[in-house]
């Protein structure tokens, strides 16, 4: 959905960041199955852009995204999780297929709070411990 206090912030062929200005909210919207570089580097720019506006909330739509290698997923954790203390950052939701979350790694460096199934999907809040 897209309003007058959204603001598209990036895009490219693999991936949508926007801003929810009015509930300061960060969107990253997968389109299609990134390869490991394009992970990299959405995750990257969205951690960026999150911290320059000091979002409190961040949901990613990682429906397209059918699996993840285990490698991206520590990067994810190791690297980018400490770019991410000096902002504001509250909560962040990730929207999945019910078989992606299967295959990711159980045992994240954040909390997972709880794990809701609406129809075709997992909603995972996660809360960052910094």
Not at 65 to 88: E, F, I, N, S, T
Not at 100 to 123: E, H, Y
């Amino acid at each position: 959905m897209y309003t007058s206090t959204t603001r598209r912030l990036y895009e490219n062929e693999v991936l949508t960041i926007y801003l929810e200005l009015d509930l300061s909210l960060l969107r990253l919207d997968w389109k299609q199955q990134p390869s490991s570089p394009e992970y990299r580097m959405g995750y990257h720019q969205a951690i960026l852009l999150a911290l320059e506006y000091r979002t409190l909330y961040w949901l990613t739509d990682s429906r397209q995204v059918l699996y993840l290698h285990q490698a991206d997923q520590h990067w994810m954790y190791a690297k980018m999780r400490p770019l991410l203390k000096g902002g504001k950052l509250q909560r962040m939701a990730i929207v999945l297929q019910p078989e992606t979350l299967i295959m990711t790694d159980q045992k994240p460096c954040m909390t997972i709070q709880g794990i809701l199934s609406p129809a075709r999907s997992f909603f995972t809040w996660t809360s960052f411990w910094m």
